[in-house]
């Protein structure tokens, strides 16, 4: 069949197909010819597409390389305690372990003289803070957290919990909580009831505000300021490996408290005691 004989259909079918192959390799041999030319040859821009504008090419932007999930493994969920149905009175750990705690601080006239005795003999302790004496002395608790001691919470204003209701009581453990996270960065993981009054609320709370409940083995009673050598007397009959002792730096006349702890203190580490601070993952 010639081309003469073709049908019109056909044919203009492969005239279609030849003019299509011109057009590419008449293009193709336009950017042959422009890239020798180099420079000097003016070469016509491509016309635009059909369409919206290309959006212009952005910098690379670190903000929008970073992972959505962040840098970093992912954060643990905070710790819960278990709530239970009575305060710690112990602390176990290895050889003659002993913690030294003082309540109701801190007070500008006795903590800072607690604190630099303890840091002369390089003993870490624990400091139950009242909140609203917490607020006014927030460099107090910072130094505290600073120099290795825990800061615990004993109610912003150190009423009987028993006697409160539930929102009072939260407020009260909740307001502190918050202040001592204000002055040194962490909440606090340890909780004491004033009088040593608790009751299935106080326990719940401080569960729900992440706080394990500490109460003392030995009490020293200088808060009914007997005499620095009482002091003394108390806590050296009642050293015994895993004991709480329980003192005071505020709520009153507090000098024979400072004054006992200066003499207790190197007899309790010459007879071997290793004085520290809880540590919740041993109870």
Excluded at 156 to 165: A, G, I, K
Aim: hydrophobic share 40%; net charge positive; charged share 25%.
């Amino acid at each position: 069949m010639t081309k003469d004989q073709l049908p019109p259909r056909l044919l203009t079918r492969r005239r279609l197909l030849f003019a299509g192959a011109a057009a590419v390799s008449a293009a193709g041999t336009a950017g042959v010819l422009a890239a020798v030319a180099g420079d000097d040859a003016p070469v016509r821009a491509a016309a635009p597409a059909a369409g919206p504008p290309a959006r212009p090419a952005q910098k690379p932007s670190s903000y929008r390389l970073r992972p959505l999930t962040g840098y970093g493994p992912p954060r643990a969920a905070p710790h819960r305690p278990l709530v239970r149905h009575a305060p710690l009175l112990r602390m176990p750990g290895r050889g003659r372990t002993m913690l030294l705690t003082f309540d109701d601080g801190p007070d500008p006239r006795y903590t800072p003289h607690v604190l630099d005795t303890l840091r002369a003999y390089d003993v870490r302790a624990t400091f139950f803070v009242c909140g609203e004496m917490a607020d006014y002395n927030k460099d107090l608790v910072a130094r505290m957290a600073d120099e290795g001691h825990v800061v615990g919470n004993h109610t912003w204003s150190h009423p009987l919990l028993t006697r409160l209701s539930r929102r009072r009581m939260r407020e009260e453990m909740e307001r502190t909580s918050d202040v001592v996270e204000d002055a040194c960065g962490e909440r606090p993981a340890w909780f004491r009831a004033p009088y040593g009054a608790w009751n299935r609320t106080a326990f719940q709370l401080g569960a729900d505000l992440g706080m394990e409940p500490l109460a003392w083995t030995v009490d020293t009673l200088d808060w009914t300021t007997p005499g620095t050598r009482r002091i003394v007397h108390a806590v050296r009959d009642g050293a015994a490996p895993g004991v709480v002792g329980l003192s005071h730096d505020a709520g009153g006349d507090r000098s024979q408290s400072v004054a006992a702890l200066r003499t207790y203190l190197p007899e309790l580490l010459d007879a071997g005691y290793h004085l520290t601070v809880p540590d919740p993952r041993l109870v």
